[in-house]
């Protein structure tokens, strides 16, 4: 069996297609009744078998809010499959004075440690918090910078505005990737498509790629083949999927149009398709 290819990001080799969580953890990016399907389908155990698919293939790393349901699904199909998976996690903390002891920097990035993070990436509501547009650049990014490798975390940082790579690029920020929204259908996304491809392109560190069927607006050929063309090789695709057939498409898609391969796959059927049929 393939396994996924995969790139380099701070000295450690991470597969090129990451599991995105959205849909193990109920954020559908379309209705809050559509949050609620999500969490009420997904248990640990379906959850588990989501994430196994994608470990025999290779796929061995996982992007998430920290989650304890998540972490005890990984760590059985740890278990299950005698390989580890590496976590990659984006946490939210105080990024003001008064704000919950719970969620001070330093007690936030102890119990990243604790929930195995290899990587420990500010979730985008703190790096655009701190993005200046005035100053050119991310204020106190290095405070937690330091913070993250004093736990021997591997610090990057979560963005939604454009701004935050070129920005931390010439700043020389300590950090080692970049999670960026990028889909063809520009959704979530600040500035045109284009303008979001040149900033991935010309980033010094390799981009961890989301969002790239638009919250599930987009067919996963049509999104995948897109992002999969416009991206560099040391870049990465982070998807999530409700099942696992769907992991295993996104897999065979994926690696289909890394291979410029036509893509073969069963296409779904309905009756006013039947006179398509030869």
């Avoid at 289909?256 to 036509?262: G, K, N, Y």
């Amino acid at each position: 069996m393939i396994e996924f290819p995969r790139t380099t990001v701070g000295g450690v080799s991470l597969p090129r297609l990451i599991v995105g969580t959205n849909w193990f953890l109920g954020y559908s990016h379309s209705s809050l009744a559509k949050d609620k399907f999500i969490k009420e389908f997904q248990t640990r155990e379906r959850i588990a078998a989501i994430l196994t698919v994608f470990m025999e293939r290779g796929v061995d790393a996982v992007m998430a809010p920290p989650s304890d349901l998540l972490e005890q699904a990984i760590q059985d199909v740890e278990d299950r499959t005698g390989r580890s998976m590496i976590r990659i996690l984006t946490p939210s903390f105080n990024v003001t004075p008064g704000g919950d002891p719970d969620q001070e920097p330093e007690v936030v990035f102890d119990r990243m440690k604790a929930l195995n993070a290899t990587f420990c990436l500010p979730h985008q509501c703190v790096t655009d918090a701190l993005l200046d547009r005035m100053t050119g650049e991310i204020r106190h990014l290095n405070r937690y910078t330091v913070l993250i490798r004093e736990r021997d975390m591997i610090p990057g940082l979560s963005t939604h505005m454009p701004e935050s790579i070129p920005y931390a690029d010439k700043t020389g920020a300590d950090v080692e990737t970049y999670i960026q929204l990028y889909n063809s259908l520009g959704f979530l996304m600040q500035v045109e498509v284009d303008w979001v491809m040149r900033i991935i392109q010309d980033a010094r560190k390799p981009v961890m790629t989301i969002k790239p069927l638009a919250a599930g607006k987009l067919q996963p050929v049509v999104g995948l083949g897109f992002v999969w063309n416009t991206i560099r090789d040391q870049d990465m695709v982070t998807i999530g999927t409700t099942t696992p057939d769907e992991a295993r498409e996104v897999i065979d898609i994926s690696l289909d149009l890394l291979s410029r391969r036509a893509v073969d796959y069963d296409l779904q059927k309905t009756r006013s398709k039947a006179s398509l049929s030869v």
